[in-house]
């Protein structure tokens, strides 16, 4: 068992505009492919049968903010999808560094040491689709925000209502950070995997609440001195 058969083409100059989602950007936007190291090959899985595969290794730069990053688009031919008008190959796309449509990081560099350590490693775990660790930060980031803005309570729940009670965050905002809450612990205690829309909407709302806890509150120091 092994490789077979191994084959590899490099192309420059690729014509063409093409819609990839831009780290920098936050949103999918027009982009070029500077360059392209196209791999294909054949696998044998034993028994005489072989899997054929093909990868494409790409250096893309955004057109918008010209950020250059790489993209990696992989398929072979035991994954598929069939109907009337024939067979379709299913397409996967890994991008480096990592991102996650919507997804843009806060100027993290304003809030208090421990918050903005385990606000960046959530990021890169969610941009990277690592979901039980991206759930595992959620929770741990807004553990470290209560305990940044000396809430009060037992535990993470009471924290958290305390929030409301000191003013830093409304009745619809402790709620929303509950259903973060439970999200967190599904992650924590159960090894819970979820989907990369439900993490990026938790982190867009965490970042809603660090916005107007630190770095607008810096914004109007320097303002209205």
Known sequence: MGIIDRKFTIKTGIEGKYKFICKDCS?????????????????????GNSID??????????LGCENVSFRVVSSNSE????????????????YYPGRSEGLKAINSYLLPHKVQTIYEETILAVENEQKVLAGIGIR???????????????????????????????????????KLRVLGNESAHEVKAHNIEQLSLAIQIIEHMLDGSYLIPDKVSKVFK
């Open 27 to 47: 949103r999918e936007t027009s982009h070029v492919i500077v360059a392209s190291y196209d791999e294909r090959g054949s696998e044998d899985c034993g028994g």
């Open 53 to 62: 595969w093909n990868t494409k290794n790409q250096i893309i730069q955004c």
């Open 140 to 178: 741990a980031l807004i553990e470290t925000i209560c305990k940044d803005q000396e809430a009060e309570g037992k535990d993470l729940y009471h924290k958290i209502n305390s929030l409301q009670q000191k003013s830093i965050l409304t009745k619809e905002g402790v709620d929303t950070l509950h």
């Open 79 to 94: 994954d598929y999808d069939q109907d009337d008008e024939g067979i379709t190959y299913n397409e996967y796309n890994k």
